[in-house]
């Protein structure tokens, strides 16, 4: 089972990435001053010039907000809802990427886009999800941390 958090609209929402992370070649990244710790290998000189790995220049950007469109999303999607626009939510989910999202969602986000904010296990078949409104103009970060939760929840913006 994993845990999958999704942002669905049946209208298109903006995407937006705030971890700073790129994709770097091997070779461009042992270029840089100071070079980056390789992580698990003992050098980056184990590792193929070519090969193109994500990289931030510190942890802390995983504390922050991503939302992308998710085109494969699990088929345990379908269980809760159909909406035409689903966008994969990352991020930590903590305080930093909470405050974002609840930016995110006052700025990007109408009543009409009938968006739902939903957070589920997937690969063990139907849950029943706790199911919350929140009025846009409404929305902050402890409303949202919710979707911490490992029970599962679904948050509908009205």
Known sequence: ?????????????????????TEMKVK?????????????????????????VLFAENESAFDSLCIIACNNPPFDLEFYVKDKYVYSLGGDCRETSLRQLAAY???????????????????????????????????????????QNTSGHLIKFV
């Open 1 to 21: 089972m994993s845990l999958f958090r999704f942002l669905v609209s049946d209208n298109p929402l903006v995407e937006v990435d705030y971890r700073g992370i």
């Open 28 to 52: 461009d990244i042992k270029k840089l001053q100071p070079t980056p710790d390789p992580g698990f290998f003992q050098s980056w000189d184990e590792v193929d010039e070519e090969m193109t």
């Open 105 to 147: 969602v006052m700025a990007n986000i109408q009543v009409g886009d009938n968006a739902q904010l939903l957070a589920f296990w997937a690969g063990d078949g139907k849950q029943t999800l706790k199911t919350s409104k929140i009025p846009l103009t409404e929305v902050t970060a402890s409303q949202l941390e919710v979707i």
